[in-house]
């Protein structure tokens, strides 16, 4: 069974420049989730789908950042402009069963340094 | 979802049991205590989850206090790819998992 894929897995660009994230999840799998993690922390959520629906995008900073997910299948997560902070490694996880399941499969992420 | 509170690093002489702790005296009822770990530049992986009893599977065993106040996360025979960031979390409900900083194991050979 093919895991989460994500594309690209390094991205380098200067600040105020735009950037899109890909993500696949595993087949089958109706919940989907786009973290944020920061050098030496745990990864934070920025939005998560059930299906097409986006259900909690309350820590999705909105001025710049976006995401879709326009099939219920895969989605692309965008930063227009990007910023300094915005560095980071950008994570997709996919769940068959909702939130209450608490068994994520994640990719291995999409690290971008805005310079 | 329960705050969950680990030591920032743990060694571990390869071949010997990594016993990794988490206190989580808030945790209420009905809030799981599931473990990830993230090996260098993957993403998370689940490792265990569970509620009151202990649980093993082919990768560690967890043991819950009975008050369910805190746990350990057993690894029986570390080898050095077993070197990660370990993540303790209580979870219930429609809510997401909240990662903390965890726990950055380093097996020694």
């Known amino acids: 069974e093919a895991g989460v894929v994500q594309s690209p897995r390094y991205k380098i660009i200067e600040k105020k420049q735009p950037v899109a994230f890909w993500c696949n999840p595993i087949s089958g799998h109706n919940t989907l989730y786009w973290y944020l993690q920061n050098l030496g922390q745990g990864p934070e959520l920025l939005i998560r789908?059930?299906?097409?629906?986006?259900?909690?995008d309350s820590q999705l900073p909105k001025d710049r950042f976006s995401a879709e997910r326009l099939k219920g299948v895969d989605s692309t997560l965008k930063i227009q402009p990007a910023e300094l902070g915005d560095s980071a490694v950008y994570l997709c996880?996919?769940?068959?069963?909702?939130?209450?399941?608490?068994?994520?499969?994640f990719g291995e992420g999409s690290r971008l340094t805005v310079l | 979802d329960a705050k969950t509170t680990q030591p920032p690093s743990m060694d571990c002489a390869e071949g010997r049991a990594a016993n990794l702790p988490c206190n989580h005296s808030t945790i209420s009822g009905n809030e799981y205590v599931y473990w990830y770990r993230q090996i260098h530049s993957q993403g998370p992986q689940y490792i265990i989850h569970?509620?009151?009893n202990n649980e093993t599977n082919e990768m560690a065993s967890l043991i819950i206090t009975e008050d369910r106040k805190s746990s350990t996360l057993i690894l029986p025979h570390a080898t050095l790819r077993d070197t990660a960031v370990y993540y303790c979390i209580g979870h219930s409900g429609n809510t997401p998992l909240v990662f903390g900083k965890g726990t950055r194991l380093s097996v020694i050979a």
């Open positions: 569970g509620l009151k």
């Open positions: 996880a996919s769940s068959p069963l909702g939130t209450s399941n608490g068994e994520l499969f």
């Open positions: 789908y059930e299906n097409e629906e986006a259900v909690d």
